[in-house]
């Protein structure tokens, strides 16, 4: 940093690097690599290059201390009558940062060139004396009546117990959607910094979304190919905090599931507690003939509006091979409204052609039993049953999950795959169960179902 833009006390005249070296440098420390990476995207931000920055980096790895501690305090210099909104899974959390970004302006006033209110001073809500105001919140606490400038959300989860529950993670996203980006001001930005804990956390939600709406930095504990650092596989990413050993040490003690997920940042589905989908086998195709071949359908009917989260309409499609192993061919899935699922449900048919079986869903009530009426008739010239369902979901899928896990399942290469393993890994716990509704219906259906006098090879099938 110049010395002579310090003793000016020209804030504007420094960088982000030069401000957390200065910082930092008081207490013997200084940016490491990642820190530098870091640095450059916080300014990108600031200047308006990116809005949308979302940071993963493993524990111990120093990200908000750069993002929530160094940053805010910086920023004012360059947007002096903005607001910060700081957020953290709990008010504590965030008052926490708040204090620490309030202490160091009070520190470096004379640098900054602007200090704090005398009227307002509080560790999780001050205003500057150039007309900024930092307020901090938990995910819980109200933010109504706020607009902020940019938004840091730090740390959102608390613990594996609430990352593990569909309800908590949906409270989260929903926190976020209606109440936290809503307040937002025009050309307002984001930084998200966290580590991933589930693959359907805040920042896996946001990533399947709108991925392209999001400037990723993604450091893992210890590097993977294509490092974005040019680090070599398995290099450290912090080797003055942690070096190899350490880290394998880590490793070790902690499990691959929370490995993967907190120190790699690629967290990965839970093993199922019904479903062994590790045990389906993955095939190309096959030699195999197929006598019996249904379609079963889920059923939804409500489309995705922004602040939704629908169920969705589920077709799969499973066969049965001479040696008795169930084969999943293919799956539809979409959401959308009664059209766009009735089109789905006959292009489905005309596709599979008519010797496979159409299974429906027939729910209770004159209502059920009238759309099951009218696909019934959309379907002339195919085979359709259309009946209700019995017992409970778990109840229906304890066959097909014997059957997994006996390793009498296989499936077709396809895009559909890893949607699908994911939704049986996380049953019954999960945030959707539709395919594997769909599935227990088509594997219930094919155990009933008479032998088709017709074979049809496997390897020769379109779908």
Same mark, same amino acid.
Request: hydrophobic share 45%.
């Given at each position: 940093m110049a010395d002579a833009s310090a003793e000016r006390g020209d804030a504007r005249h420094f960088s982000l690097v030069e401000w957390a070296s200065l910082v930092l440098g008081s207490q013997g420390l200084r940016p490491a690599r990642h820190h530098l990476r870091l640095i450059e995207r916080l300014e990108e931000i600031s200047s308006g290059a990116i809005d949308r920055l979302m940071v993963l980096m493993p524990p111990g790895s120093a990200k908000s201390t750069f993002v929530s501690v160094l940053f805010p305090a910086w920023w004012f210099v360059a947007h002096p009558r903005s607001s910060v909104i700081a957020a953290s899974h709990t008010a504590e959390l965030a008052v926490y940062f708040g204090r620490q970004v309030r202490n160091i302006v009070a520190e470096y006033s004379g640098l900054l060139d602007y200090g704090l209110s005398p009227q307002s001073r509080a560790a999780g809500r001050w205003r500057t004396t150039r007309g900024g105001e930092y307020f901090a919140a938990g995910i819980r606490g109200p933010i109504t009546g706020r607009r902020a400038d940019l938004v840091i959300i730090d740390d959102p989860i608390k613990s594996w117990l609430e990352a593990d529950r569909v309800p908590q993670r949906d409270h989260l996203w929903n926190w976020y959607r209606s109440e936290l980006a809503t307040r937002l001001k025009p050309k307002g930005r984001i930084v998200l910094v966290m580590t991933r804990w589930h693959e359907d956390d805040l920042a896996g939600r946001l990533l399947e979304a709108a991925a392209d709406e999001w400037t990723l930095l993604r450091l893992a504990a210890m590097a993977e190919a294509n490092d974005p650092l040019g680090r070599s596989e398995g290099e450290p990413l912090w080797l003055e905090w942690q070096d190899a050993k350490e880290l394998e040490r880590k490793r070790l003690e902690v499990g691959e599931r929370v490995w993967t997920a907190l120190y790699q940042q690629s967290p990965r589905p839970a093993q199922g507690q019904l479903f062994k989908p590790g045990r389906i086998s993955v095939i190309e195709s096959s030699t195999s003939e197929l006598s019996r071949i249904v379609r079963a359908w889920d059923l939804a009917a409500t489309v995705p509006d922004g602040s939704n989260d629908p169920d969705w309409t589920v077709g799969v499609k499973l066969a049965r091979d001479d040696a008795g192993r169930f084969i999943i061919l293919d799956v539809v899935r979409l959401r959308g409204g009664p059209l766009e699922v009735e089109t789905a449900i006959k292009q489905?048919?005309?596709?599979?052609?008519?010797?496979?079986?159409?299974?429906?869903? %027939?729910?209770?009530?004159?209502?059920?039993?009238?759309?099951?009426?009218?696909?019934?008739?959309?379907?002339?010239?195919?085979?359709?049953?259309?009946?209700? %369902?019995?017992?409970?979901?778990?109840?229906?899928?304890?066959?097909?999950?014997?059957?997994? %896990?006996?390793?009498?399942?296989?499936?077709?290469?396809?895009?559909?795959?890893?949607?699908?393993?994911?939704?049986?890994? %996380?049953?019954?716990?999960?945030?959707?169960?539709?395919?594997?509704? +769909?599935?227990?219906?088509?594997?219930?259906?094919?155990?009933?179902?008479?032998?088709?006098?017709?074979?049809?090879?496997? +390897?020769?099938?379109?779908?």
């Open positions: 489905a048919a005309s596709l599979d052609g008519r010797a496979v079986l159409i299974a429906l869903p %027939e729910d209770p009530g004159q209502a059920g039993k009238t759309q099951a009426s009218h696909l019934v008739r959309m379907l002339a010239g195919h085979k359709v049953s259309a009946t209700r %369902e019995t017992g409970s979901k778990l109840v229906r899928a304890l066959p097909v999950a014997a059957q997994v %896990e006996a390793g009498n399942f296989a499936m077709l290469r396809a895009q559909w795959n890893h949607a699908l393993i994911q939704e049986l890994a %996380e049953f019954p716990v999960g945030r959707k169960d539709d395919q594997v509704d +769909a599935l227990a219906r088509a594997f219930n259906t094919l155990a009933d179902a008479p032998e088709s006098p017709h074979r049809i090879n496997l +390897a020769l099938l379109g779908r």
